[in-house]
C-alpha cells in the first residue's frame, strides 16, 4: 500500500476505484501481502522446519484458505464450520490440527472420520468422547492435550488464553495426571502438547517464559512428544511506532529448545499471517462539526469491524486522496450504530476531509471480516482481493433483501 502522486494504491488498484467499482464499506486484501508475510515467516523459523497451521479463525475466506493452502500452509480450526471449509480450501487433513475447549461429540466425530493430524484435547472429559469414538470406530486417534502455562502474554487482558485463571488448557498437576492416565491407552495415541498463551505478542519475553514451562513439564511428565503445537499469537505493528516481535530470536528460543527435546513444532499463526493484509474502505456520510471536535462518520461500522470497540483496539484510517491543508482539531471517526461504542478512532489533527471522500482502515485483515455482524440489520460488507493490477470480489455484498 503506497501513495502515489497523492492517491492510495493497494497493489496497482486506487482504493477509489476499489469504492467506485464495488461500494463502500468493502474489506480488500492485498494478496502479495499476504503471500510475502508467508515467506517471511516460512524464512525465519526454516531452520526449525515447523508445521505452520494457518489460525482460520483470523480469516476464513475461501479464496484466502485456497491462497495459505498454496504457499504450503496447513490449518488451525476450532469448529466443524472451518474444518469444512479448510477442506473445501483443499487443504490436506494430515496438515490440520483442531483446538478449542468446547468441541461437540459431533465434531469430534467428522474430525475423526476426516483423519486430520491431531484433535488438541482441553480436558479429561473430552478425552474420553474421543475414547469413545475410537473404540466404535475401531481405531486409535492421535490427540495433543493442551497445556496451561500460567504464563502472561503481555497483551490485551481480553485475548489472553495462558493464565491459570483462564478456561483453556490444564494446569501442570492436571496435565500431568492425564498424561499418566492415558499415555498407554488403547484408543488415544497422545502425540502432541499444545500451548496458546494469548494474540497480538509484540515482545519475545512471554514465548521465553511459555518455552521454559513447556520445557519443565516435559521433564516432569518424562514424556516423548512427537509434536509440540506453539500455537500463534504473533503480533503486528497496528501503529508505525509500537513493539515488533522478533521472529528470529524466538526461531532462537525454539531451536536451544529443540536441542533438548526432539520434536516437530507446529505453529498455528492467524494475524501475523493476514493480519496487515486487509483494509476496509469506506466512504464519509457526513461531517459533523462541533466546538469540540469534528464527527467524522463513516459508512463502516462495529457491525464490519468490532475490534475498537470490543476490545479498545486501534487501527489506522487514512484518506484515500492526500491533502496539504491540515486541521489542528480532534476527529472522531464513528459509525452510523446506535451505540456510543461505535467509535473507531480519535485524533488530533487530520488533512481536510470531506463528505463522500474515501478513508481507509488499516490492518484489518485478521479478526476483521470474521467478527462481522448483521448489528442494526445492516448487510455485511464485500470481500475483495487485489493481485497487482487486478481486483475480484471474492465474496459478494450480503444481500439486504435476503437477510430481511
Ligand atoms: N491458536 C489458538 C489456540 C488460538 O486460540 C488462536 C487465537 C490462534 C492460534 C491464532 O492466534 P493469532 O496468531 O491470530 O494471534 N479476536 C481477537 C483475537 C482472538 C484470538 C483468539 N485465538 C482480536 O481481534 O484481537
Do not use: W
Not at 508445521?51 to 484458505?65: A, D, E, R
Not at 488403547?186 to 502425540?191: D, H, M
Not at 516437530?264 to 457526513?286: H, Q
Not at 479498545?312 to 464513528?334: C, M, Q
Amino acid at each position: 500500500m503506497k501513495y502515489k502522486k497523492g492517491h492510495l494504491y493497494i497493489e496497482k488498484v486506487s482504493a477509489d476505484r476499489i469504492a467506485r467499482q464495488f461500494g463502500t464499506p468493502s474489506y480488500v486484501y492485498s494478496y502479495n501481502k499476504i503471500k510475502n508475510n508467508i515467506i517471511n515467516f516460512k524464512k525465519n523459523f526454516k531452520s526449525i522446519n515447523p508445521l505452520i497451521c494457518f489460525s482460520v479463525k483470523s480469516n476464513s475466506n475461501l479464496k484466502i484458505l485456497s491462497l495459505v493452502n498454496k504457499f504450503g500452509l496447513g490449518a488451525d480450526v476450532v469448529s466443524k464450520g472451518e474444518l469444512l471449509k479448510a477442506l473445501k480450501a483443499k487443504i490436506k487433513p494430515e496438515k490440520i490440527v483442531f483446538s478449542g475447549v468446547g468441541k461437540t461429540i459431533d465434531e469430534l466425530k467428522f474430525a475423526v472420520s476426516k483423519k486430520i493430524l491431531l484433535i488438541n484435547a482441553e480436558s479429561e472429559n473430552e478425552i474420553i468422547e474421543i475414547e469413545k469414538i475410537a473404540k466404535k470406530n475401531k481405531k486409535k486417534i492421535n490427540i495433543g492435550i493442551r497445556f496451561n502455562p500460567d504464563t502472561d502474554a503481555k497483551t490485551l487482558n481480553k485475548i489472553s488464553t495462558g493464565k491459570k485463571g483462564n478456561k483453556f488448557g490444564l494446569t501442570t498437576k492436571n496435565f500431568l495426571e492425564l498424561i499418566k492416565k492415558y499415555k498407554n491407552s488403547r484408543f488415544v495415541n497422545i502425540i502432541c502438547l499444545s500451548v496458546h498463551i494469548g494474540s497480538q505478542i509484540t515482545s519475545n519475553a512471554p514465548y521465553n517464559n511459555m518455552i521454559r514451562a513447556v520445557n519443565k513439564i516435559i521433564q516432569l511428565s518424562k514424556y516423548n512428544f512427537k509434536f509440540i503445537d506453539l500455537g500463534g499469537g504473533m503480533g503486528i505493528q497496528y501503529e508505525k511506532s509500537s513493539n515488533k516481535l522478533n521472529y528470529l530470536k524466538y526461531n532462537k528460543i525454539i531451536n536451544s529448545f529443540l536441542k533438548r527435546n526432539n520434536s516437530k513444532i507446529i505453529f498455528e499463526p492467524g494475524r501475523s499471517i493476514v493480519g496487515d493484509a486487509g483494509y476496509l474502505i469506506s466512504k464519509i456520510t457526513y461531517i459533523k462539526k462541533t466546538n469540540s471536535k469534528n464527527f467524522v462518520i463513516i459508512d463502516a461500522a462495529m457491525n464490519d469491524l468490532i475490534r475498537p470497540a470490543l476490545y479498545g483496539a486501534k487501527h489506522r484510517i487514512i484518506p484515500s486522496k492526500l491533502s496539504r491543508k491540515k486541521i489542528s482539531k480532534k476527529h472522531e471517526f464513528v459509525g452510523p450504530i446506535c451505540e456510543t461504542t461505535d467509535k473507531f478512532l480519535t485524533v488530533n489533527r487530520y488533512q481536510k476531509i470531506n463528505q463522500k471522500d474515501i478513508i481507509i482502515i488499516c490492518d484489518v485483515g485478521a479478526y476483521g471480516m470474521v467478527l462481522s455482524s448483521n448489528y442494526n440489520l445492516r448487510p455485511k460488507p464485500a470481500e475483495i482481493l487485489v493481485n497487482k493490477n487486478s481486483a475480484k470480489i471474492i465474496t459478494k455484498r450480503q444481500n439486504l433483501n435476503k437477510i430481511i
